[in-house]
């Protein structure tokens, strides 16, 4: 599976971005796909989540109420709708997918989780 994101750029406080993430090849029913972030010398931070099948959403508590997560599984295509941007929002957003073997409605945080990761998009958000 390749992921292909896009949709980040520079956006002032208080605006909106919309990022995209394209996976080719198959994703099955148990799969997880996720946001994460990253900001230079810091861990990759879990930003969203979606379960495949059952569109079971989770967020990290510095989004919630701000940023939305949904899938289009027509097109195999994860988004991320962020609004209300800070400063501190400003990172490269990666997708990734949790390959799962069987059905658990638990959405992981993990990075380790995730064995496939798109090549990221960088979001800057000035003040």
């Known amino acids: 599976v390749q992921l292909q994101a896009s949709g980040g750029g520079l956006v002032q406080a208080g605006g909106s971005l919309k990022l995209s993430c394209v996976a080719s090849?198959?994703?099955?029913?148990?799969?997880?796909m996720g946001w994460f972030r990253q900001s230079p010398g810091k861990e990759r931070d879990f930003v969203a989540g979606?379960?495949?099948?059952?569109?079971?959403?989770s967020y990290a508590d510095s989004v919630t109420g701000r940023f939305t997560i949904s899938r289009d599984s027509a097109t195999n295509t994860v988004y991320l709708q962020m609004n209300e941007l800070k400063p501190e929002d400003t990172a490269v957003y990666y997708c990734?997918?949790?390959?799962?073997?069987?059905?658990?409605?638990?959405?992981?945080?993990?990075?380790?989780?995730?064995?496939?990761w798109g090549q990221g998009t960088l979001v800057t958000v000035s003040s």
């Open positions: 979606v379960g495949w099948r059952s569109n079971k959403k």
């Open positions: 990734g997918i949790d390959k799962r073997a069987t059905y658990n409605p638990r959405i992981s945080e993990r990075s380790t989780s995730y064995a496939y």
């Open positions: 090849g198959t994703i099955y029913a148990n799969d997880v």
